[in-house]
Structure formats: C-alpha cells, structure tokens
C-alpha cells in the first residue's frame, strides 16, 4: 500500500505530492444549476452590524490592527 501522500508524477509536480488532488475539472456543473445572488442594502447593513459586532466582542484585536494599518500607510506614504 503507498503513502497517502505518494503520486507517480512526483517530478511534475517538482517534489511535491498533494494527498487528495481535486481540481475544478473534477467537478461537473450545469448552467442551470448555478445561482447568482443579489445583495440589497439591508444585507450590507447586517454586515457592518455584525462585523462591529465581531469587533466590540474582541475590541483590544481591532485597537491593535487599526494602528497597524495606520502606521503602515503612514510609512508607505513617508516613503512615496
């Protein structure tokens, strides 16, 4: 029995072997069964609710990667 991890065209894949190797070409999908979804404004909304929901439950997290953010566009605009 061969490794999980073994494939035979190990040289293709220059050294490495994936253990389950699924792409897009192995998935066979009608047009018909493909939904395109709209988003309305109450969406959007709920979405910024919920992510200041996300932020007030950790708030130290966001404190911390808006002055990160903050200092590094103030670098990168230092620098241009």
């Known amino acids: 029995m061969q490794p999980k991890t073994w494939s ?8 490495f072997a ?8 192995d998935i066979q999908v009608s047009s018909s069964e493909i939904e395109v979804r709209t988003i309305a404004l109450n969406d959007l909304w709920q979405s910024l609710k919920e992510g200041y929901d996300d932020f007030n439950a950790t708030p130290a997290v966001g404190m911390f990667l808006t002055v990160l953010l903050y ?3 103030a670098l990168l605009l230092t620098l241009v």
Do not use: D, I, T
């Open 18 to 25: 994936m253990a389950q190797e699924n792409s897009f070409r």
């Open 71 to 73: 200092l590094l566009f």
């Open 8 to 15: 035979p065209n190990l040289s293709e894949k220059k050294g």
